[in-house]
């Protein structure tokens, strides 16, 4: 009754207008909850200044002349347990579900066992069903308490329930319909986290992946429309919603060879993530988060091409087996009661390509999944290996160029050769130098696969020998892991493979000796995976006979006899 007199009283001085109020009181446990009904502004701001100065009380508008007031009881006060937040979330009042679900939010930072507890009380549902409410403010918050409930790699179960609760979906319905950046930084961020369980990566595939492409990966990367001037252009490039859905997709990527599949197929992805990354190059922008996270995507996307896509879209409108010279010679032979023979070649002129000239097959410019292994790709690449400084960038792109110059296959063999017209190799070479062992593993996996291309064999065999023996084991060099020391060990071997002129430049940098080290320290110091790696590069120099002597000049009259028991071992470790 006071209350009501202080109302009646205070709107009586808004301009001699005096309503008659209605004052509805309810309670939610430990929560008070005021309805005024016709009060005007002026009242609704001597309520929040005179009468409700507790700190725990919120003011918010409902529509027009309501106002809802929530508040905690000052003598009854107490921090609500989980289940009573929990329960406030279905709360008829907009603003006690906004506060309700802030303090969830708050709640679960950082804490897994509460949000453990969130799950397993059923709130994560509720904060679903809030995606779909009509006040900015829930949604926000709702969005924010998912994506701190689905981050780590222990919510797991979160994660799971999010998506039995129809999650994905109703993040897409809200993403697609709001217009507040922060919201929408949130849902793309939910959708991150939820990117990271292996358990749910093909669901996401298959209920988002077409929509988050054609709501934020085309239009965000200026793929598809000319209007757009290049300073709103750089924006999008770095805008916080890029930067959640290509992290999302690059954790998807890895789902898998179906995973692989639709997303080579989803219409405009391929195309607007290589724009992407050509973009940042062209403004220098070669370190961020976004150009790092597309890198990832495009690599995952080659990995297994020639094994994973349609022989359709591989030999673009020509037959498969017609492929190069380099080729297997299962695709190149034929079988008859006289045993094998070759088939004779068509065109083969029109089908070589060394990186001059129109590339065979294209007669149009490439688009979608062509992107992935047309040779036109190799250049942003080589940039980003050269200008980027940021590691998971530089392993990224290697590791492109390393699936993508894999295997026998024609477009391998044009891969190989643009590298080389790219002036690729000394970008490549140099990077064995750098510090890092990740990068250095996939830049010597890059290279086996650049040597054989025997052009590039002869290149690698003259000026990156000295740097490929330096990182081998031994001497001031930093310690890098044993499987990165086996992939320099596969490069060795494919680069003294079949030429003598590098096994002799293998032996003058002082690789026989560091090689013999390797296999002496097996089961001590090295894995046998990187024994069995040196002990092939050792078998292979041992079949150069007018090279023995040279090997016995450089290591000592024993290492003869060393190279002899060394080739045994490997021999009978391969039985």
């Known amino acids: 009754s006071v209350w009501q007199r202080r109302f009646q009283g205070d709107a009586n001085l808004d301009s001699g207008y005096s309503p008659q109020l209605k004052i509805v009181v309810s309670f939610t446990k430990s929560i008070l909850i005021i309805k005024v009904s016709t009060c005007t502004p002026k009242t609704a701001h001597f309520l929040k200044a005179s009468v409700f100065t507790s700190k725990h009380c919120t003011l918010s508008w409902e529509c027009y002349h309501w106002v809802n007031v929530c508040f905690c009881r000052e003598f009854a006060w107490h921090d609500p347990d989980l289940p009573e937040v929990i329960h406030m979330l279905q709360h008829q009042f907009p603003s006690v579900q906004a506060n309700a ?193 597309c890198v990832c995507i495009l690599r995952n996307l080659s990995y297994r091409l020639e094994l994973e896509m349609s022989p359709s879209w591989l030999t673009a409108n020509q037959e498969l087996d017609r492929l190069m010279g380099s080729e297997s010679p299962r695709k190149d032979a034929d079988y008859s009661c006289w045993g094998r023979k070759r088939r004779k070649k068509k065109n083969l002129l029109e089908e070589q390509w060394d990186g001059v000239g129109p590339i065979p097959g294209f007669s149009k410019p490439p688009k979608g999944a062509e992107m992935l292994w047309h040779p036109s790709v190799v250049k942003p690449y080589l940039t980003l290996l050269a200008e980027s400084s940021n590691p998971a960038t530089l392993e990224g792109s290697a590791g492109s160029l390393q699936n993508l110059s894999a295997g026998h296959w024609k477009f391998a063999a044009y891969i190989r050769a643009a590298v080389r017209k790219e002036k690729g190799l000394p970008i490549l070479v140099e990077l064995l130098r750098m510090d890092n062992d990740r990068v250095v593993r996939s830049i010597a996996t890059a290279l086996r696969n650049m040597a054989l291309d025997v ?83 050792l078998n292979t120099l041992w079949q150069y006979r007018d090279l023995r002597t040279i090997y016995k000049k450089v290591s000592g009259s024993t290492v003869g006899l060393q190279l002899l028991h060394i080739r045994a071992v490997f021999i009978s470790s391969c039985v």
């Open 455 to 537: 052009r590039n064999k002869e290149l690698i065999g003259k000026y990156a020998m000295r740097d490929l023996v330096n990182r081998l084991p031994g001497g001031n060099t930093t310690q890098l892991s044993d499987d990165t020391v086996a992939a320099i060990c596969c490069t060795l071997h494919e680069v003294t493979r079949r030429n003598m002129e590098n096994a002799k430049a293998l032996a003058d940098a002082g690789g026989i000796e560091k090689l013999v080290n390797i296999t002496k320290g097996r089961a001590e110091r090295y894995s046998m995976k990187v024994v069995k790696a040196a002990a092939q590069v």
């Open 101 to 293: 679900v802030a303090y969830l939010q708050h709640l679960c930072y950082r804490d897994n066992h509460v949000k453990t507890e969130v799950c397993r009380l059923g709130g994560i549902k509720h904060l679903v069903d809030l995606l779909d409410h009509k006040v900015l403010e829930v949604q926000r918050y709702a969005c924010g308490a998912l994506r701190n409930l689905v981050y780590g790699r222990a919510t797991d179960d979160n994660k799971i329930a999010v998506i039995n609760a129809g999650g994905v979906p109703a993040l897409l319905r809200l993403l697609k319909t709001t217009v507040d950046t922060e919201v929408r930084e949130l849902v793309t961020g939910v959708l991150w986290n939820l990117s990271s369980c292996d358990a749910v990566k093909m669901t996401i595939i298959r209920d988002a992946l077409s929509s988050v492409t054609h709501t934020v990966i085309i239009p965000h990367s200026g793929w598809s429309s000319t209007d757009f001037h290049d300073e709103h252009k750089l924006k999008l490039h770095s805008s916080v919603v890029l930067r959640n859905t290509t992290g999302c997709l690059r954790n998807l990527s890895s789902a898998g060879e179906e995973a692989r599949k639709y997303m080579r197929s989803c219409e405009g992805l391929v195309d607007s993530l290589l724009y992407i990354i050509k973009a940042c190059v062209s403004t220098s922008d070669f370190d961020s988060k976004i150009v790092e996270n």
